[in-house]
């Protein structure tokens, strides 16, 4: 069976679904929209999820990395959250077995909501809610629970404040074994020392979670590198690390999620709404573009946002997407925006990547039909599930 990863047409948001070839569905980020006017995401992704022995539609691992809300929208109201009892077949809510989730990113962003007068969307404090109900069972009953209490720490927090929850927190570059045929390597957010700012100085873009997915079948690898909104100062930062470590090798991939829907503040700290001002040119970072620019031969890269035009929208940016196609086509690979994958109808549809061995391609639209399996998957109930 081969594997894929579906990037939903969420506009400038995110919401993917890795399937490995086993059958785990790993969701990153969701931005469920209400409204004719948008694609029936929530219908698209429910069409491919399983059941499990309970009758629970479920994802096998969500992973969030920031709390802006078009990486969380309409949690609230699609999944369950609470207590794994609460679960009730008349709402049938998605069901969350595990959550993948950093501290550093709350913590930043409330302190630059006292700062900045910024409040967090109703579905990031839910969320966040749900992530602490989960650490706190954890720190209450010293063990592992069960699937809907399972929670991963991504990144050691500061001061020693996840020092009472090794057990199931993540350290930065280290490798997470989430599932037989999935791992990855936990490359953000960073430590505030190689930031080289203020750290209230931050958004919650500075603090996303960054991943690099290796995802097997067959006996072969493939590379998903994905960084949230990562900015321009968290780019530099990660290949300055990985450059002086000489461990840029965790930085290829086979495919790649531009980070923040192509925008340009992900490779650059010039504004080209002052560069056409002034009539200057607005220049790349070389470092950030570095990290970005690891690609294996015939990689994919994709860009989940609106359709990107040469006119002054930021994100997505005409100039960025030029630079990526740079990459794309010097290793002969593709550029790919989200919003451009339609059916026959013109209807916005998952741009799906099909893995199957040694070689990842986008499944024509044309092609796509519906991935619905909800046959009951059983999930195992101690807790492990076949995670680290």
Known sequence: ?????????????????ITTSSGKNILI??????????????????????????????????VWTHPDKDHCNGIKKHFHLGEPSGWNEKDDKIFINEVY???????????????????????????????????????????????GDLVKVLGEDEKGKTDDIQNIVHKLDSEIKMTNDLS?????????????????????????VMMNYEIKVNGFSTKFFTLGDAEVVCNEALWKRKSDSKTTKDLTYNIL????????????????KDAKKNQTRARVSKCALNALDEAEKNAIIVASCNHIKNDDNNPPAYKAK???????????GSFKCVDDHKNSKKENVPLTIVIDGSTSKVKSAASLSACSN????????DGSGGYA
Not at 4 to 13: E, H, L, M, Q
Not at 47 to 61: A, G, H, M, Q
Not at 124 to 144: P, Q, S, W
Not at 374 to 381: E, I
């Open 322 to 332: 030029k630079e990526y196609e740079k990459i794309a086509d010097r290793v002969k």
């Open 1 to 17: 069976m081969a594997a894929t990863i579906k990037f939903f047409p969420v506009g400038n948001g995110d919401m993917s679904l």
């Open 101 to 147: 989730s950093s501290p550093i990113v709350f913590r930043r962003a409330e302190k630059n909501t006292k700062k900045n007068s910024l409040t967090l969307c109703e579905d990031a404090k839910a969320f966040n809610k749900e992530v602490k109900r989960r650490v706190n069972l954890y720190k209450k009953n010293k063990k592992i629970g069960k699937s």
């Open 29 to 62: 980020d969701c931005n469920i929209r209400s409204g004719k006017e948008y694609p029936d995401v929530v219908t698209q992704l429910r069409e491919c999820l399983t059941r499990d022995s309970k009758n629970r539609l479920f994802v096998d691992i969500f």
């Open 184 to 208: 990855a390597i936990l490359l953000g957010p960073s430590p505030i020392a190689e930031l080289e700012t203020d750290e209230d100085k931050l958004s919650s873009n500075e603090s996303s």
């Open 257 to 272: 999620q531009v980070p923040h829907h192509c925008s340009w503040r992900s490779i650059s700290h010039d504004s080209l």
């Open 374 to 381: 909800h046959t009951p998957r059983k999930v195992n109930r």
